[in-house]
């Protein structure tokens, strides 16, 4: 073999070597060790969570968000919304469970630069342009059970979401049923006012209102009404309403039974969306920032549109006043505004058929209309009327409220409302025993001295 002809086999044969090379081969995947591993190993018992903290962006308010619900000295209390209480007990199991046995199902990527893709970006950092929803859980010594940032759903995956642990880059599909909400009324006491329809014997609607430019109330005529046994149905515990002493009724009408109980109904069935602490010293100032105003003597409160009492068989008076509306939405609707300013206000041609509104709850006890006392029998050391009236006052003297401009027009109603036309023989609609007059529930007493008001 000539030296050309070497130099021709060893160039083919180099040749023959690099397209070997070269070729396409099907690459194997890389197997992690912790695919298929549960997320949170060591948290096997929804019991032990003792604290759920949410952390979230809100894209109309642009801000991060934080939503927390804890067991303090043995009670569930809402931290976010200045500790009001939670019925946290079966809620936060479910919200537990959610995390017990989840796998790391599936990786999706190891790169930080794909998590804004994924939506696992921290919530809290403000560069962030796909962030998730930070979701932990503490026992109650305070060992993390559940740290976790909660992306997008997977679109060919049903029930997969695109998870991460805060200091990891790598992404995982996992298939989650998540049972955790971050919405106010969904962790509190259903059950504001304590109060059942049924119960109410008396009920005061008094629709004022309060024209602050000259300091006075207008529009004042207030309807008590009262429930007496209907002698044409001697057997029906519902009974009959009559127009209470010193009322007035509406010259060619008759009250409107089923109007009474659909009224009665929203005082029994009152959700508030919001809550607001109110000073242990009331000032001049928290009342008037939210609708309620006191008369010099700070013996007498009004709410800026009137309020209503409602009367129970056991002389508990529970009196609603009703306050300034609020247009705060989100966390600032819940739990108010964060940093102190001023809740928004309406423009004057702002239509407000969604504003919430101020209501401010005071409860009394009355013993002339207590009917479960024993006339004839010795009176009670403590009644069980004014020992819930205690309990009851305990409870709302914390708290300024929220409620939804449904519950309020269901509620608070203009005089004639309570009317339709007369029934041919019906009668007058003036009582047909007369009622006791009803005491108005002295208020908490501000703490300074107030200048002239209604």
Known sequence: MNRTTLISVVIALGSLGLAIWMRPVEIAAVAYEDTGTPLFPSFSDPAQASSLEVTSWDDTAARVTNFKVEQKAG??????????????????????????????????????????????????????????????????????????????????????????????????????????????????????????????????????????????????????????????????????????????GVDGKELDSFKIRQILSGVDRLQIVGVRPRPEQLTLQALQSKGFFVTPDGRRLFGNEGEVKAITEDGVVYTLYFGEITLDSGLALTAGSEDGSKPAEAKPDEEKKDANRYMFVDVAYDPASDRTINPAGPPPDEPEGLKRAKQLQARFDKWFYVISDASFKQIRKDKAEFFKDASPGSGPTAPTTPAAPVKPAKPAKPAEKKPAAP
């Open 75 to 248: 009670r569930w209390v809402i931290p976010s919304h200045n500790d009001y209480p939670a019925d946290g007990t079966e809620r936060m199991g479910k919200a537990a469970a959610s995390f017990i046995d989840v796998k790391k199902d599936v990786l999706r990527s190891e790169r930080s630069e794909d998590h804004a893709q994924f939506g696992v970006e921290d919530p809290s950092d403000p560069n962030a342009k796909g962030r998730g929803q930070r979701i932990t859980i503490k026992d109650a010594a305070g060992t993390v059970l559940v740290d976790i940032i909660l992306g997008k759903k997977l679109d060919d995956k049903e029930g997969f979401f695109y998870v991460r642990l805060p200091d990891q880059k790598r992404v995982y599909a996992s298939k989650i049923d998540v049972d955790i909400s971050t919405n106010f009324t969904d962790w509190i006491e259903k059950d504001l006012l304590k109060i059942e329809q049924d119960s109410i014997t008396q009920f005061l609607s008094d629709s004022y209102k309060v024209d602050e430019a000259q300091g006075k109330v207008t529009e004042r005529d207030p309807l008590l009404l009262k429930r007496e046994p209907d002698p044409s149905k001697p057997d029906d515990k519902e009974g009959m309403w009559v127009i209470g002493e010193g009322s007035t």
